[in-house]
């Protein structure tokens, strides 16, 4: 099922994502896009995850993501995007449950969590990618805060259980680089388009 945005007539990108952090920064830019919901399967083989950086994680993800919808009969550039959370060499997905959700909070708080996100542009005939990282530094949290932000349902839909565009302003200290924590890089998104030979609207903020 397609779910058209404002900007969506005469389409040039398919945003293959769930995220509302992914489609907010696209349509600030003023990005023509729609939006494909299509499950993909997120896992690597444990073997092989253990052993990647965390950039070559989001990545590949990405890339996955960005095959999944690709129409052979289109000029439109399929977008994947994935976002990972790290944490003393662990890394942090989204949580399964409103108790994994609360076990990351509580050990992100006060706390600088690295967060990477990859990109990748898939035509009919190549699939371009990168990596950004960026970081969050949480404040010290009280059990109540965490616990109310997770029944508010919000943290299961992102890495690490945090998403900094919804939670409460007094949940962050300091951000680095703050559209790789969101989940989508402006700047990268551009030089992919660069690389793809793909023209963008001339007008859009930049990353920082």
């Not at 896009?33 to 444990?46: L, M, T």
């Not at 371009?128 to 943290?155: C, M, R």
Request: overall charge positive.
């Amino acid at each position: 099922m397609l779910k058209k945005c404002p900007s969506a007539r005469n389409s040039m990108f398919i945003l293959v994502s769930h995220s509302e952090a992914r489609a907010r920064i696209l349509n600030d830019a003023g990005i023509p896009f729609r939006i494909q919901y299509k499950d993909v399967k997120e896992s690597i083989p444990p073997a092989t995850r253990e052993t990647l950086p965390p950039e070559d994680i989001v990545i590949s993800l990405a890339r996955r993501k960005a095959r999944s919808y690709l129409l052979r009969d289109t000029s439109e550039i399929v977008i994947g995007a994935d976002t990972i959370c790290w944490y003393q060499g662990k890394e942090y997905g989204k949580p399964t449950s409103e108790t994994e959700a609360l076990a990351m909070l509580r050990t992100f708080s006060g706390k600088t969590i690295d967060v990477y996100t990859g990109i990748a542009l898939a035509s009919r005939d190549v699939v371009v990618s990168k990596a950004d990282h960026g970081s969050a530094t949480l404040n010290e949290l009280t059990s109540k805060q965490i616990d109310d932000y997770v029944h508010s349902g919000k943290p299961l839909k992102c890495a690490g259980a945090l998403d900094i565009a919804t939670c409460p302003k007094e949940f962050i200290k300091d951000v680095y680089n703050k559209q790789a924590v969101e989940g989508f890089s402006m700047s990268l998104f551009k030089q992919l388009c660069i690389e793809l030979n793909h023209p963008l609207p001339t007008k859009y903020p930049d990353q920082k």
